[in-house]
């Protein structure tokens, strides 16, 4: 339960903070100590490091990743392009094989604003509901969100800037995205219309690929130039209320990064690479609190730090089936 | 000039961390806002399709996914740009370009809606209220003026689709591809999908043999009156039947057309 709390705080914002002395097991306190006494892990950190800049590790989970995102966009224009009703619908809503699903946030949108609910929509949601607290909440983010896609790219190409000296990060207060969320579902509740909706990028990119691209194309376009140029991956990390909703969703999944503090060489690889850091707060040294952790609710499972982490210290693992997703 | 090279204090980076955080919070949220415009300023008025609820309510209940698109057989239906605000991704016909011709049948555009924001309390083409035809453009009426009609009704590259029963019950085709030959133009009425219904209910074969599918009221009619020149002519004049679906618009070979259709006191539907 604790940990609950803590991983729910950190996705509504909250700085992850050093753990209290009382806080560590036995068994992580022999861990650290240990590891502060052998000096022989500094050399072997830095022929670890050096190897891995020699040999780059594969993106395997990128790479399944992204065919996963672009098979599951692929289908819903080939869905309606064929006419096979396969996938209808867009992310928002959708059939699949006939049956409902509905964006738990558009669908809350819908709700608050219309103040009332058809049995479609519950089928809906419920089913959704139930997919991505299995599959893990934000997964929806880096596996489905066509946006997230492109923030993707926009992020190697502000990494390349930034590498480059020619501009820095700026990052925001995250706790400002709960404050999102909060406003859009006052103002749907309020003004009756699904205000969020108008600048959802996951929506408009969604329908753009199945209906054909419009103007708001040009709301999105401005976003990435504003990740590229100005904040890194700024829309997912600080203001989509989607990726708040469904990280609620999944703060209790059997989906989750799973955290090995034994074989850990704390050398922070997974932090640079990850879209959301702060769940990775137990990589530091001496934070971890257990030997072994789940990394917290505003994880994506975008599975980046599992293929950054030289001593497989990371895994994405389903509770029950951790040695099949290997 | 040169940037003044100092390092920013915890607090100083702090602070501006909030302004800036304050500032996309503001932007974001104006930015929203600004999907107001479009709809208290009126910029569109649409035609929604069958089963639309009340404007308002309908833009409330809408998802913007586009299922009620997919379903259509006549592609009527089109999604709104962002031109539209808070109405972005919602369903619309341009009646003109391709109006709803019920050749589904069933309605299928309100089966598909996951929300009911095309109200599920309807089943039949005569129960909806898209909105209603009005004549604005008489003169350029060929039966008023007493002319037949031969060809295509809209030229040989217009896009938009009817189905003819006699052709395909079920597959609609171009226009384009089903010329007339009429000595006294009556495409409106002839086309018009309530008083299709209508004779085949006349004709003791309601579709689907279903009697619920036969309308209780016409939609259109021609009416015989001696104009000013003191000859008398036919004149199309909308019934209270009619239910805003456009196929006079759309069939109508005067350009511009001899009718337009009008949603605004439409959809009195709230379920």
Redesign the interface.
């Given at each position: 339960m604790k940990h609950l709390i803590k991983s729910v705080a950190v996705l509504l914002g909250a700085e992850p903070k050093k753990p209290q002395a009382d806080e560590y097991t036995p068994e992580a306190l022999a861990i650290h100590a240990e590891q502060r006494a052998d000096k022989s892990r500094i050399a072997l950190i830095h022929a670890e490091i050096a190897h891995k800049k020699q040999h780059k590790l594969p993106e395997k989970w990128r790479r399944r990743r992204w065919t996963v995102l672009i098979v599951v966009n692929l289908l819903f224009v080939v869905?309606?392009q064929l006419?096979i009703?396969l996938l209808?619908?867009?992310l928002?809503?959708?059939?699949f094989v006939g049956f409902?699903m509905?964006?738990l946030n558009?669908?809350l949108q819908?709700m608050l604003?219309?103040?009332?609910v058809?049995i479609?929509?519950v089928i809906?949601t419920s089913t959704v509901l139930v997919l991505w607290w299995l599959l893990g909440g934000r997964t929806f983010c880096s596996w489905v969100c066509p946006y997230h896609l492109l923030a993707e790219w926009a992020e190697m190409a502000h990494d390349y800037l930034a590498k480059k000296k020619i501009i820095t990060d700026?990052?925001?207060?995250r706790r400002?995205r709960t404050?999102?969320w909060l406003?859009?579902a006052v103002?749907a509740f309020v003004?009756?219309?699904?205000?969020?909706?108008?600048?959802s990028p996951t929506?408009?990119v969604s329908?753009a690929l199945?209906?054909g691209p419009?103007?708001?194309m040009?709301?999105v376009a401005t976003l990435l130039l504003f990740e590229i140029f100005y904040s890194k991956r700024?829309w997912c990390r600080?203001?989509c209320p989607i990726g708040l909703t469904y990280g609620l969703v999944g703060s209790v999944s059997p989906l989750k990064v799973t955290y090995n503090l034994a074989t850990c060489f704390h050398e922070a690889e997974c932090k640079k690479v990850c879209e959301v850091p702060h769940v990775l707060d137990m990589v530091v040294k001496g934070r971890a609190t257990e030997v072994d952790l789940l990394v917290g609710a505003d994880c994506t499972h975008c599975g980046r730090c599992v293929d950054a982490c030289p001593t497989h210290s990371l895994n994405l693992e389903f509770k029950g089936l951790g040695q099949l997703l290997k | 000039m040169a940037k003044p090279n100092k390092r920013l204090t915890r607090e100083q980076k702090a602070r501006r961390q909030f302004l800036r955080t304050v500032v996309l919070g503001v932007g974001i949220v104006g930015v929203s806002l600004l999907g107001y415009v479009p709809v208290i300023g009126r910029w569109f008025e649409r035609i929604r399709p069958p089963g639309a609820l009340k404007e308002q309510e309908f833009l409330a209940s809408c998802i913007k996914c586009g299922q009620c698109v997919q379903v259509c057989p006549v592609n009527a239906i089109k999604l709104a740009q962002l031109s539209d605000g808070f109405g972005v991704g919602s369903p619309h016909i341009d009646t003109r370009q391709q109006a709803c011709d019920f050749s589904c049948d069933g309605l299928q555009c309100v089966l598909a809606c996951p929300t009911g924001a095309l109200t599920h309390h309807i089943n039949y083409p005569h129960e909806t209220d898209m909105g209603v035809a009005r004549v604005v453009n008489e003169k350029q009426c060929l039966a008023v003026m007493g002319k037949g009609f031969k060809g295509q009704a809209r030229g040989a590259s217009f896009k938009g689709k009817l189905r003819y029963e006699e052709v395909d019950r079920w597959k609609p085709i171009r226009v384009s591809e089903h010329p007339y030959d009429l000595e006294l133009c009556d495409l409106c009425f002839r086309q018009c999908p309530i008083e299709m219904r209508i004779a085949q209910c006349d004709a003791g074969k309601p579709p689907s043999a279903d009697e619920n599918q036969c309308p209780p009221q016409h939609a259109i009619t021609f009416e015989t009156l001696a104009f000013e020149d003191g000859i008398t002519r036919k004149r199309p004049l909308i019934l209270d039947g009619c239910v805003g679906c456009g196929v006079c618009e759309m069939i109508c070979p005067a350009e511009p057309g001899v009718f337009v259709i009008d949603s605004s006191e439409s959809r009195g539907l709230a379920a």
């Open positions: 869905s309606f006419d009703q209808e619908g867009a928002t809503a959708s059939r409902h509905a964006d558009s669908a819908v604003a219309y103040k009332e058809v479609n929509l809906g700026h990052p925001f207060d400002v404050v999102f406003v859009f103002l003004t009756g219309y699904t205000v969020y909706e108008t600048i929506g408009i329908r199945i209906y419009g103007a708001g040009v709301w700024a600080y203001a | -």
